[in-house]
């Protein structure tokens, strides 16, 4: 569980059954994650669980919204490092073969919650909402870098885009397909380098 | 359907069973797919469907096989173009707002099914070999451009992958998420042109 996402012991029930979901979906899946299931990792009855939500969907719903408010308050902490560093410490996060198993479930599970987004109008905001915010917070970096002289001046908001979309396809290949993760980064870090860093800026 | 993807009358049986589980995951999406409703697409018993496979993954698996070497077969045709005119054209086909309904049922299904990868061994192989195959032909076209003087000399193997996860990246935001897709599609060419054509070279 990343550290910090939630308190050791929440006073909350609703953070409380959120909790006991991280751990469910990182053993059984998306799906085959059930209430009853959830119910299994929560230290009270789960028809407390099914008094807070209608189902799973409602839950799952509940437990992304989490995930980004967390995200929310507790991304950009780094601010102190240049923006070329703070940009290597997210591709250090991305570009990683040392994934602990939990964090390959984690990865899964959302696979499927983005599949879920196909065809589900609540999943599909949620992902807009989600992939809005990663878009804006590699824009705010890249605008940072450029009003501190270090990057060239490019559109922040395009290349926060196009930087997102990496890290997503990568995250979802890495779960999906085999591919070297390494040689991935070295052409990340060379479109950083070509498009920002090169000389003639 | 894409055109010559399908004969329009097939003589092989297994043809058949493809074609009309083409038509079948458009209407009814990976999740509520059944050898039935496939049956319902296929002019003969759906009970040679059963004789053909065991179940729905083992006919998925097969006609994402016969996706793959159709693909193998016929893509590459446009080789008379040159590397760069070769790299818009593949744009041109991912970053289009203009697909009908039929593509992006399609591609919602393969959302599915690459969700499917992460926890299935089988559907994983295919995806791996998938994805290997689209690296490779955007790695082609790279290193041609290089070894006719057009583009700058890159790694291409190392810039195939790359480009193939901005592509992959991008259709599946497009159906999980709000993406601008003409924005990214300019970053991706400020991308080629920054690390393929410009100055200096």
Chains 1, 2 share one sequence.
Not at 117 to 139: G, S
Not at 149 to 176: N, Y
Request: with cysteine.
């Amino acid at each position: 569980m990343p550290p910090g996402l939630f308190p050791e012991e929440p006073s909350e029930t609703r953070i409380e059954i959120l909790k006991a979901t991280y751990s469910a979906l990182c053993e059984h899946g998306y799906a085959d994650l059930t209430i009853e299931r959830i119910g299994q990792h929560f230290p009270k009855s789960t028809s407390l669980v099914y008094h807070h939500y209608e189902g799973k969907d409602e839950l799952l719903l509940d437990f992304l919204s989490y995930l980004l408010e967390d995200a929310e308050e507790n991304l950009g902490t780094d601010a102190a490092a240049n923006a070329h560093e703070r940009l290597q410490i997210i591709f250090d996060q991305v570009f990683t073969q040392e994934k602990s198993s939990e964090e390959i479930a984690f990865q899964q599970a959302m696979a499927w919650m983005r599949a879920q987004a196909t065809t589900d109008e609540e999943y599909r905001h949620h992902f807009t909402q989600h992939d809005r915010f990663f878009r804006d917070q590699l824009a705010d970096i890249i605008r940072d870098g450029i009003e501190e002289g270090e990057f060239k001046e490019v559109d922040p908001e395009q290349m926060g885009i196009a930087l997102h979309t990496i890290l997503s396809g990568t995250m979802a290949q890495q779960v999906t397909s085999d591919v070297d993760l390494s040689t991935l980064r070295a052409e990340a870090e060379a479109y950083v380098e070509a498009r920002l860093l090169a000389e003639g800026r």
